[in-house]
């Protein structure tokens, strides 16, 4: 499927979080511990946020692992908050309007999973995307066309409840197909200032998620990290699986979660789909 990570906390180089920890975003996508695929060798996005009022997206279908632009672009480019993304397709095109992250306004969202047999509920799913967005949709995807139901379901507003409904809607949808388990989905998205992240599936075995414990405490511990040292107190990390080995550096985010991170702070809500 893919894999993904999303950080918040003081600006850091790019390339320190694509590249130099251990099981960095860039190894998985050769050498995934915990994906469904060893390889996300379709493509790749890193999205961010600077002074501009909206985010920055870099979108390649280069595998992350040969592209010199990602490489040049990583030394140079700082942020506070970070989306980057790999992917491994589930069937649609390799094209960067399917890469992730994808955009709308100030917000990015990303997804690894899928929506079972999306060709046969693609149509019914997109007529549901509010008309004034769907001119926006610009690839084929089923993630960014969930993207556009929570959209469409009032993300902007009431970011749990939208996701909520989209995937209630999705299962609904699916159901009605026929298709048994309609989704398996992590997703992250934000809004510049806060980061949600969803761990969910049909089923009840999702796909792996994990966010980075107290930093302080890890600062404390492994005084010689120089990564973990220039981090400020507040930084996070959701991750699909954990960067490094560091001994009590990772936590699993539970079966059917929604995390939000916002600051310093890092709150678990349930999450359960609900009627759109």
Not at 33 to 40: D, K, Q, S, V
Not at 150 to 167: C, I, K, N, R, Y
Not at 211 to 217: C, E, K
Request: aromatic share 10%.
């Amino acid at each position: 499927m893919c894999r993904w990570l999303a950080y918040s906390g003081s600006p850091v180089s790019l390339e320190d979080l694509l590249f130099k920890p251990t099981n960095s975003l860039v190894v998985q996508s050769k050498h995934s511990r915990l994906g469904a695929e060893t390889t996300n060798g379709d493509g790749f996005g890193v999205g961010w946020y600077s002074a501009q009022p909206n985010p920055g997206v870099f979108r390649s279908t280069e595998p992350a692992w040969n592209d010199r632009n990602l490489r040049e672009l990583s030394v140079h480019a700082r942020s506070g908050r970070v989306f980057a993304h790999i992917r491994a397709s589930t069937g649609t095109a390799v094209q960067q309007s399917n890469c992730h992250p994808f955009r709308h306004d100030r917000w990015l969202w990303m997804h690894n999973g899928l929506i079972r047999d999306f060709p046969a509920v693609k149509r019914d799913l997109a007529l549901a995307v509010e008309p004034g967005l769907f001119p926006d949709i610009e690839g084929s995807t089923d993630s960014e066309v969930f993207f556009y139901l929570a959209l469409t379901f009032g993300l902007e507003q009431d970011q749990p409840a939208a996701v909520a409904s989209a995937v209630g809607f999705i299962e609904d949808v699916g159901r009605r197909h026929g298709i048994e388990n309609p989704i398996q989905m992590t997703v992250a998205t934000t809004n510049g200032d806060t980061t949600w992240a969803f761990r969910y599936s049909s089923e009840g075995v999702s796909r792996s998620l994990f966010r980075s414990t107290d930093i302080s405490t890890l600062q404390a511990h492994f005084p010689d990290n120089v990564l973990l040292q220039g981090l400020s107190e507040d930084a996070r990390l959701v991750v699909s699986e954990p960067l490094g080995d560091l001994q009590g550096a990772w936590e699993e985010v539970p079966e059917s979660t929604c995390l939000v991170v916002h600051g310093g702070e890092a709150d678990f809500l349930a999450f359960s789909p609900t009627a759109a």
